[in-house]
């Protein structure tokens, strides 16, 4: 026998791949029971809605997002955290790319989310870079600036060298870790430019 456990992280793997498959418009709890060879009764004893198991798919990429994010706090200075920060971004980006499209990028066409549920930005993982900012201009080592503002623009820079990334735009970089220096180089610079003018 299944367990109950099991049954529901097949049910939100298969949900991702299918909603990665069409977006929102084609999702239906009927062909995600149908990939983890339940009946459709069964996914609604788990999950009330299409929105709600979605939601739950949102919800377990961030988690694993966070995971990833928490690596930084090890390093010695506010500016080493935000730099591993980044590559923690990356490295979520490039071992988990089907999450990192459901929560960032949204269903496989258009890049877009598909529903209102989709595609949010998680409150926690963008203050951990708020935090991480903060910590920088206290430090001195970032300009001064509004913190939030400052982590919206390096949100930006790594959000668009990952994306491209995973969706075969910097396919000329061959292997990840040749495409890892050239992004690690390319933070660098960018964070460089927001350091204070001596």
């Given at each position: 026998?299944?367990?109950?456990?099991?049954?529901k992280e097949r049910l939100l793997a298969a949900a991702q791949a299918v909603y990665l498959e069409?977006?929102?418009?084609?999702f239906s709890l009927r062909e995600v029971a149908?990939?983890?060879g339940v009946s459709a009764a069964a996914v609604y004893r788990h999950y009330p809605s299409k929105d709600a198991l979605l939601e739950a798919v949102c919800a377990q990429g961030f988690q694993?997002?966070?995971?990833?994010l928490v690596?930084?706090?090890g390093k010695a200075t506010p500016l080493e955290r935000l730099r591993a920060s980044s590559r923690m971004y990356l490295a979520f980006a490039t071992e988990h790319p089907q999450a990192y499209r459901v929560i960032f990028l949204g269903a496989s066409e258009g890049?877009?989310?598909?529903s209102p549920t989709l595609g949010?930005?998680?409150s926690s993982t963008f203050q951990f870079l708020v935090d991480r900012v903060s910590e920088c201009v206290r430090a001195k080592v970032l300009a001064k600036g509004d913190p939030l503002d400052l982590a919206t623009m390096i949100w930006a820079h790594v959000h668009g060298l990952a994306s491209l990334r995973i969706t075969g735009h910097f396919s000329r970089?061959?292997?990840d870790e040749e495409f890892a220096r050239f992004y690690t180089q390319a933070v660098d610079r960018f964070l460089a430019g927001l350091a204070p003018s001596r």
């Amino acid at each position: 026998m299944v367990a109950e456990g099991d049954t529901k992280e097949r049910l939100l793997a298969a949900a991702q791949a299918v909603y990665l498959e069409g977006g929102f418009a084609t999702f239906s709890l009927r062909e995600v029971a149908r990939r983890v060879g339940v009946s459709a009764a069964a996914v609604y004893r788990h999950y009330p809605s299409k929105d709600a198991l979605l939601e739950a798919v949102c919800a377990q990429g961030f988690q694993v997002f966070a995971s990833y994010l928490v690596r930084a706090l090890g390093k010695a200075t506010p500016l080493e955290r935000l730099r591993a920060s980044s590559r923690m971004y990356l490295a979520f980006a490039t071992e988990h790319p089907q999450a990192y499209r459901v929560i960032f990028l949204g269903a496989s066409e258009g890049f877009m989310p598909s529903s209102p549920t989709l595609g949010h930005v998680d409150s926690s993982t963008f203050q951990f870079l708020v935090d991480r900012v903060s910590e920088c201009v206290r430090a001195k080592v970032l300009a001064k600036g509004d913190p939030l503002d400052l982590a919206t623009m390096i949100w930006a820079h790594v959000h668009g060298l990952a994306s491209l990334r995973i969706t075969g735009h910097f396919s000329r970089f061959g292997a990840d870790e040749e495409f890892a220096r050239f992004y690690t180089q390319a933070v660098d610079r960018f964070l460089a430019g927001l350091a204070p003018s001596r």
